[in-house]
């Protein structure tokens, strides 16, 4: 059964550090992987999309690495700040056009003061 | 870029009622459309999406429905809620590049009294 798993299953940080999110997947065949960042009450929003042969990507201060040999992501934030603070989901794929795309539950992230 | 419009964002209604949810896009055409149900802890589980007006494609058995009658309109309907059917939904579309991202509408959640 094609799952994603996403850890921790929440975060609390201070503001100006660093933290890194957790993906497992199963999905198989694997297409690509996304991360996407929803804030309370809105819909959720792309940061990174990476296929099969890419290890690393980046989108200003996110940071997602991608080990496609033993099926794990993850999602680095740097200098952390308050708008940070949202549900950071994790999205895999195994067709084209996102017809068969698997979610995480997420990792609800709070950054404090 | 597409941009989603979903309306309303918040919408409180009783067991039995029927529902109407509409979705339209700007700034795309011939999108690949989503319906979306988000439960509290849970990953998105993909309700309906189509890939052209009048096409639709169910991915699990319920009382909800789905049309498409323009090519950017999305409607979610229910001729009878359920309790169960409270939750945030979210209509999303994909865009002409191969791999683009899901672009999320805002959401409405929903609450069946």
């Known amino acids: 059964k094609n799952q994603v798993e996403q850890s921790p299953q929440s975060l609390i940080i201070l503001e100006g550090k660093n933290c890194t999110l957790q993906?497992?997947?199963?999905?198989?065949?694997?297409?690509?992987l996304r991360w996407y960042k929803q804030d309370t009450g809105r819909g959720p929003v792309s940061l990174t999309i990476m296929t099969f042969s890419e290890n690393t990507k980046s989108n200003g201060r996110y940071t997602a690495t991608l080990d496609a040999d033993t099926k794990q992501s993850s999602l680095h934030i740097t200098a952390s700040q308050l708008s940070d603070s949202a549900s950071y989901i994790c999205?895999?794929?195994?067709?084209?056009?996102?017809?068969?795309?698997?979610f995480g539950a997420g990792t609800i992230l709070r950054v404090k003061s | 870029s597409q941009t989603i419009h979903q309306w309303p964002a918040t919408l409180v209604q009783p067991v039995g009622s029927p529902l109407s949810l509409e979705c339209t896009v700007e700034?795309?055409?011939?999108?690949?459309l989503y319906w979306y149900r988000q439960a509290a802890g849970r990953g998105l589980q993909l309700l309906f999406y189509s890939v052209g007006i009048g096409q639709i494609s169910s991915e699990v058995p319920q009382n909800l429905s789905a049309s498409r009658p323009q090519d950017r309109q999305f409607i979610l309907s229910s001729k009878k809620l359920l309790l169960s059917d409270s939750g945030f939904y979210l209509c999303?579309?994909?865009?002409?590049?191969?791999?683009?991202?899901?672009?999320f509408g805002n959401g409405t959640r929903l609450t069946v009294t």
């Open positions: 700034g795309t055409s011939n999108p690949n």
């Open positions: 993906c497992n997947y199963t999905v198989s065949p694997f297409s690509n």
């Open positions: 999205v895999v794929s195994d067709e084209e056009y996102g017809n068969k795309l698997v």
């Open positions: 999303a579309c994909t865009g002409e590049i191969y791999n683009s991202p899901l672009h």
